[in-house]
């Protein structure tokens, strides 16, 4: 379980992130969703400490992340996985040793375990014959399908997701989410996932934020989200069921 | 106030690399890499300027040197002396500078952009330790074995232009050249070598480090690695000649 606790974050002058307090819940999708600029992405950065809040508190299992040093930062890091909206993808280094690479700086596997691992990985994200491409060669969803092997190649208890559908034709997209919420529930890990993908959010949501304006203006379930009775967020919601009528 | 501010965070991004590798033997590897893509990958290019820089400074000295009062073999005095001294730390370094620190700020630079580093710092490894010390530590390594390439390389050249030219014998410029070695030459070049590697590497890798925005940002950083360096080289050329001459 991960909590926020009032959490400020500011550019400058710019408040990007005021007072935000939210919890995320291990075996759910946890769900951040806000039109662009809200301050979705800066609550990820926030969370995963690329970025310092400027106050409160984030914390993993009762470990405040924020007023951690170094090295107990690393310690935390390490039980993280995260795929990126770009997937990151080492592109020097072929599918296989991506994949390989969390597992080669963090654990004692001999060569033959690792590559066992790695091919497990392929496997679980549904891939064959691609050990030895680079990511260049790779369809955007071959991309994430990698990006979340590597994600997932050291056991991690928190898997972040940013924007895990963006690039993706529907159908990718659908296969995508599917495959993060079967190893949420088979991994029975605390995923967050940061999305403006509203489908994602009504297939998946077991626990939704929805950040506006830099607050945290609304908290719910999938069941629940139509008839929150939030103005914000019924906007926020007719404006997707426009584009996708 | 921008020049201390970059100043200052050169400084603190110099003392982040020092840190403990996450795992030595993959440190060893990548150095390795490193000084064969540095280290190899310039021979040729080095070849070249030397071979030319020493024939053209034969013509030239010889040029200059009309009175019959003067001994044929100070022309091998003097190109021995300069290739040591100055042109081939000095010119290798600046041409190096252009290839080398290019490459490792649009290298470092598309990994920023791309979210790479960020993905490195996500795992828990201490992204400049991993990808900027090999690459500093490999360039002072082989970057005075190329500037020793370059000193026997120069001399040939020289050597070569005297006799194909009919300036002098092969034998009356060495022993101009050797009439006037001295050990603390050699030593005074490695000196300027290991110096001007950590500049080429270590200010490339700054460049790429702090890049923010995409293509044209890594341009830019790339551009500002060679300015950078190359200007860094000639204002520590005159501070170590005037320190150790």
Known sequence: ?245 | MSFFYHFGRYILFIRGLFSKPEKFWVFKERMFQEMQSIGVGSIGIVTIISVFVGAVTTVQTAYQLVSGLVAKSIIGTIVSDSTMLELAPTITCLVLAGKIGSSIASEIGTMRVTEQIDALEIMGINSANYLVLPKILAGMIVIPMLIIIAIFLGISGGIIAGKMAGILPVEEFMKGARGSFKGFTVFFSCTKAVTFAFIITSVSAFQGFYTYGGALEVGQSSTKAVVYSAVLILFSDYILAQLLL
């Not at chain 1, 759910?28 to 690329?50: D, H, Y």
């Open chain 1, 1 to 245: 379980m991960i909590e926020v606790k009032n959490v400020y974050k500011s550019f400058g002058d710019k408040k990007v992130l005021d007072d935000v307090s939210a919890t995320f819940y291990k075996g759910k999708s946890n769900f951040i969703i806000g039109s662009s600029g809200s301050g979705k992405s800066v609550l990820m950065k926030c969370m995963v400490g690329l970025e310092q809040v400027t106050d409160g508190s984030i914390l993993y299992e009762n470990r405040d992340f924020t007023h951690l040093d170094y090295n107990a930062k690393k310690e935390i890091r390490k039980e993280i996985g995260m795929l990126f909206q770009g997937t990151a993808l080492f592109d020097s280094l072929t599918v296989e040793q991506n994949i390989e690479f969390p597992i080669k700086m963090f654990s004692k596997m001999t060569s033959a375990e690792r590559l066992e691992r790695v091919n497990f990985c392929l496997q679980r994200v549904n891939l064959s014959n691609v050990n030895h491409l680079f990511p260049s060669a790779l369809s955007g969803g071959m991309k994430k399908r990698v990006g979340i092997a590597r994600a997932i190649a050291l056991n991690p208890q928190y898997l972040f997701c940013d924007e895990p559908n963006s690039g993706l034709d529907p159908l990718t997209s659908r296969v995508i989410d599917e495959l993060i919420r079967e190893i949420t529930i088979e991994f029975n890990i605390t995923t967050i996932i940061n999305t403006h993908d509203m489908k994602s959010v009504f297939d998946m949501g077991d626990n939704i934020i929805f950040i506006w304006q830099g607050k945290k203006w609304w908290q719910g379930t999938r069941k629940d989200i139509r008839s929150s009775g939030n103005k914000e967020l019924y906007d926020f919601m007719k404006a997707y069921d426009i584009e996708n009528m």
